[in-house]
C-alpha cells in the first residue's frame, strides 16, 4: 500500500508562530544598503567599518565631480575625495546635523580643494572668476525672436519644438553621453552651479554658501547653464 492511502494532516500555523516570526523579521539586524543617512552615521561613530563603507559608495564619485569644479585633474581629485573622507570621519562628531551631511562633506572637499590647487596656481574667490562671456549677450540666439518691425517684437520667431519622449530618450546611455559633453562645455562658473543644483541635488541656499555667491548670481548662473546645455541638446533631441 503506498503512502498517498494515508494523508499527512498539515496544521496551519498559528497565530503565536505568526507573531514570532514577525518578530524575527522585526528583530533583524539591518544591513547598511538598507540604512538611512542618520543611520550610517550613528553605525560609523559605533565603529561600524561596513557602513562607512557604504557611506563612502554614496558620496565618492559626487565628491570628485565636485572637486574638479575647482580645477583640479582627475588624479588630483581623486586625492581631494581621499583626504576629504580622513578629515570628515576624524571630525564626524563635530557634525551636528544643522545642514544635511552631503553639504558638510562638500563644504569639507571645498577646503581641501582650494588648498591643493593654490599649490599649483593662484587661486581666487569663485566669484571673482571670470565669467568666459557669460554676463554678456542673450542666454539664446536673438535671431531665435522677432525684431522690432515684427507684429511681437522679441517674441518668438519660432517657439523650440517640444521633445518628442524626453524622458525615454534621457534615459538611453547615448543621451547622457551628449548631456554630460554639454555640462562639460559650460563656461566654469556656469557648470558648477549646474552641476550642484540639477546633478548633485544640493538647493540654492547650499550652493551659495559653497560657491559663495549671492542668490540672485546663483539664479543667473542656474538659469544660463539650463539655456546652454538644452540648446547644446536641441540637435540631438529633434533628430
Same mark, same amino acid.
Given at each position: 500500500?503506498?503512502?498517498?492511502?494515508?494523508?499527512?494532516?498539515?496544521?496551519?500555523?498559528? $497565530?503565536?508562530?505568526?507573531?514570532?516570526?514577525?518578530?524575527?523579521?522585526? /528583530?533583524?539586524? =539591518?544591513?547598511?544598503?538598507?540604512?538611512?543617512?542618520?543611520? =550610517?552615521?550613528?553605525? +560609523?561613530?559605533?565603529?561600524?567599518?561596513?557602513?562607512? /563603507?557604504?557611506?563612502? !559608495?554614496?558620496?565618492?564619485?559626487?565628491?570628485?565631480?565636485?572637486?574638479? +569644479?575647482?580645477?583640479?585633474?582627475?588624479?588630483?581629485?581623486? %586625492?581631494?575625495?581621499?583626504?576629504?573622507?580622513? /578629515?570628515?570621519?576624524?571630525?564626524?562628531?563635530?557634525?551636528? !546635523?544643522?545642514?544635511?551631511?552631503?553639504?558638510?562633506?562638500? @563644504?569639507?572637499?571645498?577646503?581641501?580643494?582650494?588648498?591643493?590647487?593654490?599649490?599649483?596656481?593662484? /587661486?581666487?574667490?569663485?566669484? $571673482?572668476?571670470?565669467?568666459?562671456?557669460? &554676463?554678456?549677450?542673450?542666454?539664446?540666439?536673438?535671431?531665435?525672436?522677432? !525684431?522690432?518691425?515684427?507684429?511681437?517684437?522679441?517674441?518668438?520667431?519660432?517657439?523650440?519644438?517640444?521633445?518628442?519622449?524626453?524622458?525615454?530618450?534621457? &534615459?538611453?546611455?547615448?543621451?547622457?553621453?551628449?548631456?554630460?559633453?554639454?555640462?562639460?562645455?559650460?563656461?566654469?562658473? *556656469?557648470?558648477?552651479?549646474?552641476? =550642484?543644483?540639477?546633478? %548633485?541635488?544640493?538647493?540654492?541656499?547650499?550652493?551659495?554658501?559653497?560657491?559663495?555667491? $549671492?542668490?540672485?548670481? *546663483?539664479?543667473?548662473? =542656474?538659469?544660463?547653464?539650463?539655456? @546652454?546645455?538644452?540648446?547644446?541638446?536641441? !540637435?540631438?533631441?529633434?533628430?
Amino acid at each position: 500500500m503506498t503512502s498517498a492511502a494515508f494523508p499527512i494532516a498539515v496544521s496551519p500555523p498559528t $497565530s503565536a508562530h505568526i507573531e514570532s516570526r514577525r518578530s524575527a523579521e522585526e /528583530t533583524r539586524p =539591518l544591513s547598511p544598503q538598507e540604512l538611512d543617512e542618520s543611520q =550610517l552615521l550613528t553605525a +560609523i561613530r559605533g565603529g561600524d567599518e561596513a557602513a562607512f /563603507t557604504e557611506l563612502v !559608495g554614496r558620496y565618492h564619485g559626487a565628491l570628485r565631480r565636485f572637486a574638479r +569644479i575647482f580645477g583640479a585633474t582627475e588624479a588630483v581629485a581623486e %586625492e581631494i575625495v581621499q583626504e576629504t573622507w580622513l /578629515t570628515a570621519l576624524q571630525g564626524l562628531d563635530s557634525f551636528e !546635523g544643522r545642514s544635511t551631511f552631503k553639504a558638510w562633506l562638500f @563644504g569639507i572637499a571645498r577646503n581641501h580643494a582650494r588648498r591643493r590647487t593654490d599649490r599649483e596656481r593662484r /587661486t581666487v574667490p569663485f566669484s $571673482s572668476l571670470a565669467g568666459d562671456g557669460e &554676463a554678456e549677450g542673450p542666454v539664446v540666439d536673438s535671431l531665435r525672436f522677432q !525684431g522690432p518691425a515684427a507684429n511681437w517684437p522679441d517674441h518668438w520667431s519660432a517657439a523650440p519644438r517640444p521633445w518628442e519622449d524626453p524622458e525615454r530618450r534621457l &534615459a538611453s546611455l547615448e543621451a547622457r553621453e551628449h548631456l554630460r559633453v554639454a555640462i562639460a562645455e559650460l563656461p566654469e562658473r *556656469q557648470r558648477a552651479v549646474v552641476v =550642484l543644483r540639477d546633478v %548633485e541635488g544640493l538647493d540654492s541656499e547650499q550652493v551659495c554658501e559653497l560657491l559663495e555667491i $549671492s542668490e540672485g548670481n *546663483q539664479r543667473v548662473l =542656474l538659469h544660463r547653464g539650463r539655456s @546652454g546645455v538644452r540648446a547644446a541638446l536641441e !540637435g540631438y533631441m529633434d533628430a
